[in-house]
């Protein structure tokens, strides 16, 4: 921004001598008048030199912003997906833990009844499997959204090194 400033500043000099060349002119007194307009005129050139190497400065800056951007957008969808998945997974792990409780309740009121039950024996058997295997999942959910992030976030620090080589 200080750029554009100092470059509004001279630009406005250079106008202001051009202006008090050209009443100079008008009023008779030449004064090395023609040398002086040619200088404003090569200072003038220069500044539209600078002004459209800023102008393209600022165009390759606004296309590594929506690069950026666009990256944010994808991470971002895929951020949703992998915690969509973590959510199911949790939501699973949930219902197993419900029904292993159930399980166990039930076989705790056979066991003081006297009443030994297989098939409730066998039911709280596979209860705690799918358990297992939601926690199991869960986990595996989990860590692929920290490993995602994690990638996320040394890719932004590649492109960042990348940036500042450049």
Partial sequence: MSQIEELQSRITAAM???SQGLEMRASGGDGGLAEELEAV????EDE???SAQLEERNKRMKDKLDAAEEYAKQASEDERARLK???DD???LRRANSQLRDNNKALREANQAG???PHLI???MLAELEGLRAARNADRAEADVVLGELTRLLNGADGDS???DA
């Fill in 162 to 164: 990348k940036r500042e």
């Fill in 16 to 18: 202001d001598r051009i």
């Fill in 48 to 50: 539209k030199t600078v």
């Fill in 122 to 124: 066998n039911k709280a």
């Fill in 90 to 92: 949790l939501q699973s």
């Fill in 41 to 44: 005129k090569a200072q003038l």
């Fill in 115 to 117: 009443v030994a039950e």
């Fill in 85 to 87: 998945k973590l959510d």
